[in-house]
């Protein structure tokens, strides 16, 4: 795991992807084909994405086999008010408020359905 400093996490928020995946699980946890789906962005270029995040803690991968769902972690201190912070500057902008509609709706839609067929998965 790479240093969690400030500099670290606002170099890895100013990245305009990685801002939009934070922005999008602001408001409901996703699997990285609901992020790709919304972003419109390859699933490989969602994943390199979720793996920075990661790998700075400022998401947390819980499995749904043979899934990933992913939602926003909270980050120890002053790293968590600056993420709120960057959100909360994101609430007037109207393409962020899009994406985070596209990616509530898109959560409520897709989770019980994943959650369901990897439960009958497991069963076989």
């Given amino acids: 795991m790479t240093s969690r400093t400030v500099a670290d996490l606002l ?3 100013a990245e305009p992807t990685r801002l939009r995946i934070v922005n999008c699980l602001s408001a409901a946890p996703l699997f990285v084909a609901d ?3 919304i972003l419109k962005l390859p699933d490989a270029t969602v994943s ?21 769902l992913y939602t926003l972690a909270t ?8 993420v709120r912070s960057v959100l909360d500057a994101l609430r007037t902008d109207s393409g962020a408020q899009a994406e985070r ?6 959560s409520r839609a897709r989770l019980e359905t994943r959650v369901r067929g990897a439960a009958v998965m497991n069963a076989s």
């Fill in 11 to 13: 170099v890895t928020l």
């Fill in 35 to 37: 992020l790709s789906s």
């Fill in 48 to 68: 390199e994405h979720m793996d920075v995040l990661e790998s700075l803690g400022v998401v947390r991968p819980y499995e749904v086999v043979p899934y990933v």
């Fill in 75 to 82: 980050l120890p201190g002053p790293r968590d008010r600056l």
């Fill in 101 to 106: 509609v596209a990616a509530l709706g898109r």
